[in-house]
């Protein structure tokens, strides 16, 4: 099966591009799927979790980028998962091209993928395509917060930084000062601080499928009978 998506990031190309191959920086943008491991490979390891009314479908997967030109801004990603219970799997062939127009950056991607099992029976009646829409929509808008969030540290950090700079105390030397001959007190040296532990993953909360079955059929709905609106979130 293929299929064709994009969506839009009001940020310069360039920071666009810098995220989307880093995968560990967006996964917390990808419902469902957590990082667990980097292979010396250059591939990524992890796992993806989809929750099917009161039973939960856990997969493992492999993903790795196996193109990346910058100067064209394209990229091309490798994923496959298998579900833990041997019911089947998915894998899946990404072509993600950047284009930029008045400083934002629209992202096209080109998929070729197969699935197999449970997952399959999202494939029926074209619901796979309005549910990856309805997925992409949500990781364009969580990446668009994750740019600004990520733009706003870096401002603050940068001005705390000038702010210390320019409020530190000035040493003056022997016989300065006020002319007393006071010699200058030295700077007290740097305090040793614990140890901190690296911060903790949060793994990421299950797709609820069947809610989100619910809302894309509820959006066909709203379209057949013109009538905009969304009662599943």
Do not use: N
């Given at each position: 099966m293929k299929m064709e998506q994009s969506f839009e990031v009001d940020a310069p190309i360039d920071e666009v591009w810098q995220a989307l191959i880093d995968i560990e920086r967006v996964a917390p943008c990808l419902p469902g799927a957590n990082i667990t491991e980097k292979s010396d490979d250059g591939s990524y390891k992890g796992t993806f979790t989809l929750k099917l009314g009161p039973t939960t479908a856990s997969y493992n997967g492999v993903l790795k980028i196996q193109e990346a030109d910058e100067a064209a801004h394209r990229a091309v990603l490798h994923a496959r998962g298998t579900?833990?219970?041997g019911q089947g799997g998915a894998t899946a062939t990404i072509v993600n091209t950047l284009t930029e127009r008045d400083g934002k950056t629209q992202v096209h991607a080109d998929?070729?993928?197969?699935?197999?099992?449970?997952?399959?029976?999202?494939?029926?009646?074209?619901m796979i395509e309005d549910i990856s829409n309805r997925l992409l929509r949500d990781f364009a808008t969580c990446l668009q917060s994750k740019l600004v969030s990520e733009q706003e540290t870096e401002v603050a950090t940068a001005t705390a930084a000038e702010a210390a700079e320019g409020s530190a105390p000035e040493t003056t030397g022997a016989g300065g000062g006020a002319g007393n001959g006071a010699a200058s007190v030295p700077p007290r040296p740097p305090q040793p601080q614990a140890a901190q532990a690296p911060p903790s993953q949060e793994a990421a909360a299950p797709i609820n499928g069947v809610q989100l079955v619910l809302s894309v059929l509820y959006g066909r709905l709203a379209k057949l009978f013109n009538r905009p609106g969304r009662f599943f979130k």
């Open positions: 579900d833990k219970r998929t070729d993928f197969a699935i197999t099992g449970r997952l399959a029976r999202f494939g029926r009646a074209g």
